[in-house]
């Protein structure tokens, strides 16, 4: 079991190294590169934590797992508020004229 485990975490790792990596070059920058970022990470040891969990039949980390769950969800609706904050408005949009 911990090789697995072992071997888990270190393709999270390198995964949440590779995703770094695309976000920094310039695909996202600034807040959505952070967002991303902490998902991914938070997202791995959700992963990692409902694993061990059940294999370990503990319930606390169950629970903990799907705590870290709710944090990736508020985590997916502050990049999806990101985004739109950063599109622009349509100049058509003006209701101030009827």
């Not at 590779?18 to 070059?25: A, E, Q, R, S, V």
């Not at 996202?28 to 039949?57: D, Q």
């Not at 508020?74 to 599109?87: C, D, K, N």
Request: glycine fraction near 6%; include cysteine; aromatic fraction near 12%.
């Amino acid at each position: 079991m911990v090789p697995f485990v072992y071997m888990y975490f270190r393709w999270t790792q390198r995964m949440s190294l590779y995703y770094l990596g695309t976000l920094i070059m310039g695909k996202m920058t600034g807040k959505a590169c952070r967002i991303v970022a902490m998902m991914s990470m938070t997202l791995s040891f959700f992963l990692v934590e409902l694993i061990v969990g059940y294999l370990s039949n503990s319930l606390a980390l169950v629970a903990d797992s799907f705590h870290m769950l709710s944090d990736v969800v508020a985590l997916i609706v502050g990049l999806v508020s990101v985004r739109v904050s950063t599109e622009s408005g349509k100049p058509c949009s003006c209701y101030d004229h009827i």
